[in-house]
């Protein structure tokens, strides 16, 4: 492949500098954010939410570090949306209270943007333009061209950004599907065209499936599987499971209940809301003739019936994960039931999943998932993919993004595979900054933390260490031990009070808390005896004594919070 640029570097001589901050998303799936700055103005390229996993206990999301584009509100011209994935645009809402710009993506895009903007009560902050494919739109100083792209998702774009130090080229979530269910298959020719006429610069390139070798399968072999599939269900009652965005795949499961007789309904407020927007956009078919709603269904029989669901990934409350633990007012499950769940576990799901289809097969229910059948291939592509989108491309400079960092490495080593040269391959993490020069380009480390803002209701902040908190509480319980203290007659108050949550079950835990009350009147009063002490003295002797015995006796170490009050301060 070639890598160095087809227009010579002169192009670019005395240009202005351009900086390319990536704010999240590079050392994680998820959080997708970057901006990109040049002649005093800055581009949003995506701004998604993470959702939180078993190491951030009682965290709503997970956000990218707003506070870089916060500090630079009055620059900000517009954010690409590339495509309406949550760790694309989750994070619109919360950027949007603080700063206002428009937001460009393709209609479906901005149908699911739109919604969740609404829920965040700023869309009156905001633009929504949209793009079609080929088009270009001029955002601040930036001519930015869209591209189909084939994904999970309808309507993804990537976007060739025209800056004053040459084009950079974002693949957006990519797989090269050539059978694409809705014929809108990847715009690889116009992007060998730019490479060829004008040269890419930089390119950023999905690593989610770099480890992976060959080539992901078309979202159109999922269709024949789930034709089979639907034949076999004779007289029984399916029930789909997939990603309420991921409509090709609603299509298809719909396009297979149709051809054995079956009417669709929908169940859960994010797939029939996307359904609806999917239809009325006209990316969705459904014959008005075959679509119910799901308080309808009961009147007919189990097998005229496919209803498409949310809760593939067992989400709490989702409408599967509902209806498995058998607490949906809409579906009861039985054996008359066929549950087919058409989407893998995410990494970190599985546990979950699992235990909700051992819950439907406890209930009766077949049970069919992808480890079982192909029913399922991922939105993207493997090393094949990613190789033929270089080829395209042929870029001057490569940073691989959306990614861990094994994902984000085994992308850098396919590019010097590919016959990139190692000091043209840059590996950036969140917080770094390519600055985009006539010479060269070059990285900057940490121009900013890259920090998780974790979201607590209306507090979002870094973790200033209440996650480790929570895990100790969540794993070992709390003791409080509560004191009040005569400072003028240098005694006790009142007896020592010691309650526990989270530590023993009470039969266990009452003589012990009599046992700590006595320690503690013995270990306080002894300190008072020996004349004046702070009341940080006390709350020391408090946690040891405490401490040390709910250590020695049970074998745990539950936090140990010291209430310390003093009469005659
Ligand atoms: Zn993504
Ligand atoms: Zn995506």
Same mark, same amino acid.
């Given at each position: 492949?070639?890598?160095?640029?087809?227009?010579?570097?002169?192009?670019?001589?005395?240009?202005?500098?351009?900086?390319?901050?990536?704010?999240?998303?590079?050392?994680?799936i998820?959080?997708?954010?970057?901006?990109?700055?040049?002649?005093?103005? =800055?581009?949003?390229?995506?701004?998604?939410?993470?959702?939180?996993?078993?190491?951030?206990?009682?965290?709503?999301?997970?956000?990218?570090?707003?506070?870089?584009?916060?500090?630079?509100?009055?620059?900000?011209v517009?954010?690409?949306?590339?495509?309406?994935?949550?760790?694309?645009?989750?994070a619109?809402?919360?950027?949007?209270?603080?700063?206002?710009?428009?937001?460009?993506?393709?209609?479906?895009?901005?149908?699911?943007?739109?919604?969740?903007?609404?829920?965040?009560?700023?869309?009156?902050?905001?633009?929504?333009?949209?793009?079609?494919?080929g088009?270009?739109?001029?955002?601040?100083?930036?001519d930015?061209?869209?591209?189909p792209?084939?994904?999970?998702?309808?309507?993804?774009?990537?976007?060739?950004?025209?800056?004053?130090?040459?084009?950079?080229l974002?693949?957006?979530?990519?797989?090269?599907?050539?059978?694409?269910?809705?014929?809108?298959?990847?715009?690889?020719?116009?992007?060998?065209?730019?490479?060829?006429?004008?040269?890419?610069?930089?390119?950023?390139?999905?690593?989610?499936?770099?480890?992976?070798?060959?080539?992901?399968?078309?979202?159109?072999?999922?269709?024949?599987?789930?034709?089979?599939?639907?034949?076999?269900?004779?007289g029984?009652?399916?029930?789909t499971?997939?990603?309420?965005?991921?409509?090709?795949?609603?299509? #298809?499961?719909?396009?297979?209940?149709?051809?054995?007789?079956?009417?669709?309904?929908?169940?859960?407020?994010s797939?029939?809301?996307?359904?609806? =927007?999917?239809?009325?956009?006209?990316l969705?078919k459904?014959?008005?003739?075959?679509?119910?709603?799901?308080?309808?269904?009961?009147?007919?029989?189990?097998?005229?019936?496919?209803?498409?669901?949310?809760?593939? #990934?067992?989400?709490?409350?989702?409408?599967l994960?509902?209806?498995?633990?058998?607490?949906?007012?809409?579906?009861?499950?039985?054996?008359?039931?066929?549950?087919?769940?058409?989407?893998?576990?995410?990494?970190?799901?599985?546990?979950?999943?699992?235990?909700?289809?051992?819950?439907? =097969?406890?209930?009766?229910?077949?049970?069919?998932?992808?480890?079982?059948?192909?029913?399922?291939?991922?939105?993207?592509?493997?090393?094949?993919?990613?190789?033929?989108?270089?080829?395209?491309?042929?870029?001057?400079?490569?940073?691989?993004?959306?990614?861990?960092?094994r994902?984000?490495r085994?992308?850098?080593?396919?590019?010097?595979r590919?016959?990139?040269?190692?000091?043209?391959?840059?590996l950036?993490?969140?917080?770094?900054?390519?600055?985009?020069?006539?010479?060269? =380009?070059?990285?900057?480390?940490?121009?900013?933390t890259?920090?998780?803002?974790?979201?607590?209701?209306?507090?979002?902040?870094?973790?200033?260490?209440v996650?480790?908190?929570?895990?100790?509480?969540?794993?070992?319980?709390?003791?409080?031990?509560?004191?009040?203290?005569?400072?003028?007659?240098?005694?006790?108050?009142?007896?020592?009070?010691?309650?526990?949550?989270?530590?023993?079950?009470?039969?266990?835990?009452?003589?012990?808390?009599?046992?700590?009350?006595?320690?503690?009147?013995?270990?306080?009063?002894?300190?008072?005896?020996?004349?004046?002490?702070?009341?940080?003295?006390?709350? #020391?002797?408090?946690?040891?004594?405490?401490?040390?015995?709910?250590?020695?006796r049970?074998?745990?170490?539950?936090?140990?919070?010291?209430?310390?009050?003093?009469l005659?301060?």
């Amino acid at each position: 492949m070639c890598w160095q640029a087809r227009a010579s570097d002169t192009t670019w001589a005395l240009a202005d500098n351009v900086k390319v901050t990536f704010l999240g998303g590079l050392g994680d799936i998820g959080r997708n954010c970057a901006t990109i700055e040049a002649q005093g103005s =800055l581009l949003l390229l995506d701004c998604g939410q993470m959702f939180p996993d078993e190491f951030h206990p009682g965290v709503e999301s997970i956000l990218p570090d707003l506070s870089y584009i916060k500090e630079r509100a009055d620059r900000v011209v517009g954010c690409i949306a590339t495509h309406g994935h949550e760790d694309h645009i989750g994070a619109l809402g919360y950027l949007l209270r603080d700063v206002s710009f428009p937001v460009y993506g393709s209609r479906f895009t901005l149908g699911l943007a739109e919604r969740k903007v609404k829920e965040f009560g700023v869309l009156h902050r905001t633009r929504l333009i949209a793009v079609a494919d080929g088009e270009h739109h001029r955002i601040g100083p930036f001519d930015c061209e869209f591209i189909p792209v084939t994904h999970s998702v309808p309507g993804g774009v990537i976007t060739a950004i025209s800056t004053p130090q040459g084009k950079i080229l974002h693949s957006c979530d990519f797989k090269l599907d050539l059978f694409p269910v809705d014929g809108r298959r990847t715009g690889l020719a116009r992007i060998g065209a730019i490479s060829s006429e004008a040269g890419i610069r930089l390119f950023l390139a999905d690593s989610t499936n770099a480890e992976m070798p060959g080539s992901s399968r078309s979202e159109s072999d999922i269709g024949g599987a789930l034709d089979r599939l639907f034949a076999a269900q004779n007289g029984r009652r399916i029930i789909t499971a997939c990603f309420a965005s991921h409509l090709h795949r609603v299509q #298809q499961i719909v396009t297979a209940a149709l051809a054995c007789g079956r009417k669709v309904v929908t169940l859960g407020l994010s797939m029939k809301n996307n359904v609806a =927007l999917g239809r009325q956009l006209g990316l969705l078919k459904i014959p008005e003739s075959s679509f119910m709603q799901i308080e309808e269904c009961d009147t007919l029989d189990p097998g005229e019936v496919c209803v498409i669901s949310t809760g593939s #990934q067992a989400e709490p409350r989702s409408s599967l994960a509902t209806a498995a633990a058998g607490g949906s007012r809409w579906i009861r499950i039985d054996e008359n039931d066929t549950v087919v769940l058409s989407s893998n576990p995410i990494p970190g799901n599985e546990v979950r999943v699992s235990r909700m289809i051992n819950d439907l =097969l406890n209930l009766g229910a077949r049970v069919i998932h992808p480890g079982e059948i192909d029913i399922h291939t991922s939105g993207h592509g493997r090393q094949n993919e990613l190789a033929t989108l270089h080829h395209a491309a042929a870029p001057e400079w490569f940073v691989p993004v959306h990614g861990e960092l094994r994902h984000l490495r085994a992308h850098a080593a396919l590019a010097k595979r590919l016959g990139m040269p190692e000091s043209r391959v840059l590996l950036a993490r969140d917080g770094d900054q390519i600055v985009m020069e006539d010479a060269s =380009l070059r990285l900057r480390p940490s121009v900013t933390t890259g920090d998780h803002l974790l979201v607590h209701g209306p507090f979002i902040a870094a973790d200033g260490g209440v996650l480790n908190e929570r895990a100790i509480i969540g794993e070992q319980g709390v003791v409080v031990a509560s004191v009040a203290v005569d400072l003028e007659g240098l005694c006790l108050a009142a007896d020592p009070l010691v309650v526990s949550r989270g530590w023993l079950d009470q039969p266990q835990a009452d003589d012990l808390m009599t046992e700590i009350a006595e320690d503690l009147t013995e270990a306080i009063s002894a300190k008072l005896a020996m004349g004046f002490v702070e009341l940080a003295e006390l709350r #020391q002797v408090v946690r040891k004594t405490v401490g040390s015995l709910v250590n020695s006796r049970s074998g745990r170490r539950p936090a140990i919070l010291p209430l310390v009050t003093a009469l005659h301060e």
